[in-house]
């Protein structure tokens, strides 16, 4: 017979009953332990600890957002202040301040203006964006390579869109412009460098190649007056000095211009050159003898912006075509600037770009357009940081608002054309930021200096607010 084994049953009340006896002995040795360290405490010694007082700013409240409630205020200011200015336009000017994003003050917002130069600032802003502000301008030399110092053929100098391309000469003239350019760049350090090549001797010429723009020098809707001015330099790839000579005066050739220049500049060097300079185009497959770059692009936007330079404006415009993969344009380049502010949701009724600097009358803004503008950017960025100071020595503003609280604060961008002017800019306040436009034109643009003074007012109106901590916590 088999063995019986053991009653599973019994087996299971075992194995359950011994680790329940197992913990409950452990927990009676922790509860003694525990016991034994219990320290009774005499009540007379607990501190008492006096309950906290009622805040006086309750844990929810306004107060606990100092900053939108000052700034509040500020709007309120600003509205409350602007009859004077609000009441000087007429009905064929316009005006709109805002703060921040919001636009607190308008009159005519819609009215189909003239900008003139203030229409540089929406080239500047899409400029920043298409181009990046890293972007730079690079000027070259190229030609055969030189053989025991000696050039067989010619030196081809390529413009690669640097506006700013100058002689040390220009920079510190007072007769060849009003506002001498200040970041420039040092076209005698391109002739340094092909002289540390080698190259002693030329047995052609300096060939000036602008081809990477067409071969228009003057936007329709230039006045006459304006063509033969300082203020409209002639429009191309490759210009030295505005294409202004001290002999010469202003040239109405860029490329054969700044040919010119570096030719003289290679001879001072004890370079000697078998011909006259001329224009033409680069062969492919030359070498590169040389290079000079200019500064990154927000030094280029400062220079437009602060000095309002027509020609950097100019060729900034077409440089947007080409860097958009097209043809290097006036009208490329203002469809680029045009597409990109219905990009940015810009108002676009009555708004028409002809050219970059803002010469011809055939350009139409509205205030609300360049207020979208203004607000798409901020007084910290390239474009904003790039525009001159009131007062600022050199630029459009010296002079120009002197009160305390705006001279060397109020950021602005200034336009002038006969029957019109025109500003937008900023003011920065602490955490808060003024934008603004006031465009005059036809008759009210003859008393634009009154209608400035009560914008003044408005803004300096806007300073006097209280600190942000008295709108604290109390």
């Keep these: 017979m088999r063995r019986r084994g053991p009653n599973p049953v019994v087996v299971l009340v075992v194995l359950a009953v011994v680790p329940a006896l197992g913990l409950g002995a452990v927990s009676r040795m922790a509860r003694s332990q525990a016991d034994e360290q219990v320290q009774v405490v005499p009540a007379s010694s607990v501190p008492v600890t006096a309950p906290p007082a009622a805040l006086a700013t309750p844990l929810v409240s306004v107060r606990r957002a100092p900053t939108p409630l000052q700034s509040d205020r500020r709007a309120d200011v600003v509205t409350a202040s602007a009859d004077s200015v609000t009441a000087s336009v007429d009905a064929t000017s316009c005006l709109a301040v805002g703060l921040d994003d919001r636009t607190l003050v308008t009159v005519n917002p819609d009215a189909e203006v003239i900008p003139a130069s203030d229409l540089k600032v929406a080239v500047a802003a899409v400029a920043a964006e298409v181009l990046g502000l890293d972007h730079v301008f690079t000027t070259t030399v190229v030609g055969p390579a030189p053989v025991n110092g000696t050039v067989e053929g010619n030196l081809y100098l390529v413009g690669g869109g640097d506006p700013v391309l100058a002689e040390s000469w220009y920079t510190e003239a007072t007769t060849a412009r009003k506002r001498p350019p200040f970041n420039t760049t040092d076209i005698a350090a391109l002739a340094d460098a092909v002289v540390a090549t080698g190259v002693r001797a030329v047995i052609g010429g300096v060939v000036g190649d602008d081809s990477r723009y067409d071969a228009e020098r003057y936007p329709e809707g230039w006045s006459a007056d304006i063509r033969s001015s300082t203020d409209g330099a002639p429009v191309g790839a490759l210009t030295v000095n505005d294409s202004f000579d001290k002999a010469r005066g202003q040239s109405t050739d860029p490329g054969r211009s700044a040919a010119q220049v570096l030719a003289r500049l290679l001879k001072e060097r004890g370079v000697t050159i078998g011909t006259d300079s001329a224009t033409g185009t680069a062969p492919a497959g030359g070498t590169v003898l040389a290079t000079v770059t200019s500064q990154p692009l927000p030094a280029i936007l400062n220079e437009m912006l602060a000095t309002s330079d027509n020609l950097t404006a100019e060729m900034l415009l077409k440089e947007l075509a080409v860097e958009t993969g097209q043809p290097g344009t006036r009208a490329a380049g203002a469809k680029v ?97 003024l934008a603004f436009v006031l465009v005059l034109n036809g008759a009210s643009a003859s008393n634009f200096e009154t209608i400035w003074g009560h914008l003044a007012d408005l803004l300096l109106a806007s300073l006097d607010v209280p600190s942000v901590e008295a709108f604290g916590p109390r």
């Design 337 to 433: 600037v045009m597409d990109r502010l219905v990009q940015w949701g810009v108002p676009m009724v009555g708004v028409n770009v002809v050219d970059g600097s803002g010469l011809s009358r055939e350009n139409h803004f509205t205030c609300a357009a360049v207020m979208a503008v203004l607000q798409h950017g901020s007084a910290s960025d390239a474009v904003g940081a790039g525009m001159a100071r009131a007062g600022q020595d050199g630029t459009t503003l010296v002079g120009r608002f002197p009160q305390e609280g705006l001279t060397g604060v109020l950021q602005a961008k200034t336009g002038s054309l006969t029957g019109v002017k025109a500003l937008c800019g900023y003011l920065p306040i602490g955490t808060d930021e």
